[in-house]
């Protein structure tokens, strides 16, 4: 399956397109669904795609650094700021997420609030009491899966279900780009977001794409700038700022909202015991 991004202006709501259900969002993958063959391409679009994330790290690479560790922070233009804790087990995609500030989710809970994803239920604890309103716990079934797929998109973009379009040829800014549509399939016949990658003809990486946030009705572009660092023999986007834009990539005049990953680390020893409740 696929987890789709629905990314926004204002709120946690509008950073990624998740449904609540994770069996919706995201194709868990477990060790055994790992192969390390290389795929029959369906055409170039999708040997770009497998060329990316064979110089970033594929998923065989991320499970093999078992987890992550890292802070995630999160601002949008009015200054609102998220400050989390973010803890992920790639064996069956685990979550957790500590938030030490967040004016933008569940700003109304004053302190600490703590949300994770066990492998089967989603829970969320305030100042270390658990929580089960329904609103609160939609929430953290939308910020969980969306936070890992964040992390760990690029390796992702090769999951079932992905379709791949090589649609042009482009040059933004002095730099020549392979243009590939992404879009998902729909076995629910619900629209999918589209995907437009800007694969650099030089390094193989995604330095921007284009994105729709069909869940939240919007058809038009959002355009992602990325900043890649190495971490342990992975490139990840730990740099990132989007806005409004067309389709070809020209933003707006509006301010960007800001994502940093900082302080990462994997192969932390983590258990499932860590993601429990």
Same mark, same amino acid.
């Given at each position: 399956?696929?987890?789709?991004?629905?990314?926004?202006?204002?709120?946690?709501?509008?950073?990624? =397109?998740?449904?609540?259900?994770?069996?919706?969002?995201?194709?868990?993958?477990?060790?055994?669904?790992?192969?390390?063959? #290389?795929?029959?391409?369906?055409?170039?679009?999708?040997?770009?795609?497998?060329?990316?994330?064979?110089?970033?790290? *594929?998923?065989? /690479?991320?499970?093999?650094?078992?987890?992550?560790?890292?802070?995630?922070?999160?601002?949008?233009?009015?200054?609102?700021?998220?400050?989390?804790?973010? /803890?992920?087990?790639? @064996?069956?995609? !685990?979550?957790?997420?500590?938030? #030490?500030?967040?004016?933008? =989710?569940?700003?109304?809970?004053?302190?600490?609030?703590?949300?994770?994803?066990?492998? @089967?239920?989603?829970?969320?604890?305030?100042?270390? /009491?658990?929580?089960?309103?329904?609103?609160?716990?939609?929430?953290?079934?939308?910020?969980?899966?969306?936070?890992?797929?964040?992390?760990?998109?690029?390796?992702?973009?090769? *999951?079932?279900?992905?379709?791949?379009?090589?649609?042009?040829?482009?040059?933004?800014?002095?730099?020549?780009?392979?243009?590939?549509?992404? #879009?998902?399939?729909?076995?629910?016949?619900?629209?999918?977001?589209?995907?437009?990658?800007?694969?650099? /003809?030089?390094?193989?990486?995604?330095?921007?794409? !284009?994105?729709?946030?069909?869940?939240?009705?919007?058809?038009?572009?959002?355009?992602?700038?990325?900043?890649?660092?190495?971490?342990?023999?992975?490139?990840?986007?730990?740099?990132?700022?989007?806005?409004?834009?067309?389709?070809?990539?020209?933003?707006?005049?509006?301010?960007?909202?800001?994502?940093?990953?900082?302080?990462?680390?994997?192969?932390?020893?983590?258990?499932?015991?860590?993601?429990?409740?």
């Amino acid at each position: 399956m696929r987890n789709i991004l629905t990314i926004g202006m204002i709120s946690v709501f509008t950073l990624a =397109s998740c449904k609540n259900e994770k069996k919706d969002v995201q194709h868990e993958v477990t060790e055994k669904e790992v192969m390390e063959t #290389t795929p029959e391409f369906t055409n170039k679009g999708h040997e770009l795609v497998y060329n990316m994330t064979q110089k970033v790290g *594929d998923y065989n /690479k991320l499970m093999s650094k078992n987890d992550v560790v890292y802070t995630y922070t999160y601002q949008t233009p009015d200054g609102k700021t998220d400050v989390t804790t973010e /803890k992920y087990m790639f @064996n069956g995609e !685990l979550s957790y997420g500590k938030y #030490t500030k967040h004016e933008r =989710s569940l700003a109304e809970l004053e302190g600490t609030i703590e949300q994770g994803y066990d492998g @089967n239920e989603y829970w969320l604890k305030h100042e270390g /009491k658990v929580l089960t309103d329904s609103m609160y716990l939609k929430r953290v079934a939308f910020n969980r899966p969306t936070n890992f797929y964040w992390f760990t998109m690029m390796p992702k973009l090769m *999951d079932p279900g992905v379709i791949y379009e090589h649609v042009k040829e482009q040059t933004v800014a002095g730099v020549d780009y392979d243009v590939v549509k992404v #879009t998902f399939e729909s076995p629910d016949g619900k629209p999918k977001d589209i995907y437009q990658l800007y694969i650099n /003809k030089e390094t193989r990486l995604v330095d921007q794409f !284009l994105f729709t946030v069909m869940d939240f009705g919007k058809s038009d572009p959002l355009l992602m700038e990325l900043e890649y660092e190495n971490i342990d023999g992975i490139l990840l986007p730990t740099k990132r700022r989007y806005k409004a834009s067309n389709w070809d990539a020209e933003v707006t005049d509006g301010p960007w909202v800001l994502v940093n990953w900082t302080d990462i680390t994997f192969n932390n020893g983590l258990t499932k015991a860590d993601f429990t409740k």
